[in-house]
């Protein structure tokens, strides 16, 4: 499984979605249960997956699916 599918997994689990709503346009202004909660779950769930740590700029700039990807792809890269 490469690193999109698996964020794609990931947000899909913590937002109850199926896998085929998760696009990289996905913004919290469309999920009705994506809060501050859900985002601190869907961090949590990301950092300890891919064993990495966002500081908090990264986590407070995550605004789409695609974002946290580019995010967790620059974090792995430099690891």
Not at 27 to 42: E, K
């Amino acid at each position: 499984m490469d690193l999109n599918e698996k964020v794609t997994e990931i947000v899909a689990d913590i937002f109850e979605l199926d896998e085929t709503e998760v696009a990289d346009e996905l913004t919290p202004d469309m999920v009705d249960i994506w809060d501050s909660l859900s985002q601190l779950r869907l961090v949590t769930a990301i950092e300890q997956d891919f064993d990495i740590k966002l500081s908090m700029d990264e986590i407070e700039s995550i605004d789409s699916v695609g974002r946290l990807k580019r995010l967790v792809a620059e974090h792995v890269k430099l690891s």
